[in-house]
Structure formats: structure tokens, C-alpha cells
């Protein structure tokens, strides 16, 4: 875990260090899929798996220490699983976004304009998340595939509307 930290931190510094001084009002979104799923794959809205809950608990190990100022996620029990143990040790609200046709450019939109300068974590899906990471102009990415669950992307925004990503792993490993 220790490495992960320290890989996180270093991605980090190292987008700070690419952004001019004159931008250094900077915003940190960080995007995740849910964790692992169980049940019935045609249950629209799963519980999360023995794997998924462990995954929700490394997830707030891992942010735990960052100022985290806002946490979204999907309505759906998977992504608010995901969610609720950071939201817990943090004591943050979760702000769940409805499943529209415009959710990945409203989150975008939402991001940009009230949480410049903060700390956004974001809970979605294997479309989702790399859809928000495209809006917010750190992409382009495809989807998820439906086995992928340990991506964690960093998004830095500046002020003048530039972005960069960092893509990184966390808990245990997926196929």
C-alpha cells in the first residue's frame, strides 16, 4: 500500500510541477468505477461482492489522508458502496447524480464550476468514468471492460481550463 501512496503523491507533484505558477489554482478530481459486483448479472442494481467491499475499504485507506471536498457517485448500490467508506471517515456527504443521458457533461460541468481549487472524488462505471475523464478534456479513453475495477484516474484541472491525467492501480489487481 505504502507504494501505491507514494506513486500517488509523485503523480501529483509531478502535474504540479508541469502547471505554470500563473495556473496554480488547481482542481483534483478523482475517478473510480465501482467495486466488484455481486449476484445475478441481470440484476440492474447489485450489492458489491466480498472482493467489492474489500476494495470500498483499501479505496478510503488509500484517500483517507488526501482534503477530499466533495464526493459523487451514481444512485446505484455498487457505486454508493464504493463510496460510503471514505465518505464515512471523511464525514462527507455523498452527492448522487441521477443516470441521464447528459450525467458524464453535467458532472464535468458541475466540477468545473463549483469546485475549483477542491478535492472532487468521483464513484461511477466502466463507461462513466472514462466518459468524465474525456469531458473534463484529460481523455481520450475508452471504456472499461466489464472486469476492470482497480483503475484510479487523477485528474488535474488549471485555471485557464488545461487538464491532465495520471492513470493508476489500486487494491487487489484485476485481469
Not at 475499504?57 to 458502496?81: C, K, M, Q
Not at 443521458?101 to 460541468?109: E, G, K, P, Y
Not at 482497480?150 to 492513470?167: E, H, I, M, P, Y
Amino acid at each position: 500500500m505504502m507504494i501505491f501512496r507514494t506513486a500517488f503523491v509523485c503523480a501529483l507533484a509531478a502535474s504540479l510541477v508541469s502547471t505554470p505558477v500563473s495556473a496554480q489554482v488547481l482542481t483534483t478530481v478523482i475517478l473510480v468505477r465501482h467495486a466488484e459486483k455481486s449476484g445475478d448479472p441481470a440484476d440492474r442494481d447489485p450489492e458489491l461482492s466480498d472482493a467489492g467491499r474489500e476494495r470500498a475499504r483499501t479505496l478510503a485507506h488509500v484517500l483517507g489522508e488526501l482534503d477530499i471536498d466533495a464526493i459523487y457517485s451514481t444512485p446505484f448500490l455498487r457505486t454508493r458502496n464504493t463510496a460510503q467508506p471514505i465518505a464515512d471517515q471523511l464525514g462527507i456527504e455523498i452527492t448522487v447524480t441521477p443516470p441521464t443521458r447528459t450525467m458524464v457533461d453535467d458532472i464535468a460541468a458541475t466540477i468545473r464550476r463549483d469546485h475549483a481549487g477542491d478535492v472532487v472524488l468521483v464513484v461511477g462505471h466502466s463507461n462513466t468514468i472514462p466518459g468524465v475523464v474525456n469531458a473534463l478534456g484529460a481523455g481520450p479513453f475508452e471504456n472499461l471492460t466489464e472486469e476492470e475495477y482497480d483503475d484510479l484516474f487523477v485528474v488535474t484541472l488549471t485555471a485557464d481550463g488545461g487538464a491532465s491525467v495520471v492513470r493508476l492501480r489500486y487494491g487487489r489487481e484485476t485481469p
